[in-house]
Nanobody, 119 residues
Framework: QVQLVESGGGLVEAGGSLRLSCAAS????????LGWYRQAPGKQRELVAG???????NYDDSVKGRFTISRDNAKNTVALQMNSLKPEDTAVYYC?????????????WGQGTQVTVSS
């Protein structure tokens, strides 16, 4: 089992910045990738950014150049630095971990943190 706890959401004006952080605990050794997803009202949950154990990253096209994902393996945390925020970035942001153990892959989710960008 992996537990994820997010922090750092809030209300910001367009053009501003926020930093989300997620702390992982439990079966840390089984994590193969971490990431951030978001879900806006009436829309499906979508991948924002992901980072592998090797440090490889991927981003949704809508956030490239504005968001940066990073991880601190010593602290078991993953962060999402969000700059130049737009109203369309408003959503609940979820921390995600993919864990693999004995050929069984599981996905874990944090409780979500609200990000609201005002125009």
């Amino acid at each position: 089992q992996v537990q994820l706890v997010e922090s750092g959401g809030g209300l910001v004006e367009a053009g501003g910045s926020l930093r989300l952080s997620c702390a992982a605990s439990g079966s840390i050794f089984s994590i193969v990738a971490l990431g951030w997803y978001r879900q806006a009202p009436g829309k499906q949950r979508e991948l924002v950014a992901g980072i592998t154990n090797g440090g490889g990253t991927n981003y949704d096209d809508s956030v490239k150049g504005r968001f940066t994902i990073s991880r601190d393996n010593a602290k078991n945390t993953v962060a999402l630095q969000m700059n130049s925020l737009k109203p369309e970035d408003t959503a609940v942001y979820y921390c995600h971990a993919r864990a693999a153990q004995v050929m069984v892959v599981r996905d874990y989710w944090g409780q979500g943190t609200q990000v609201t960008v005002s125009s």
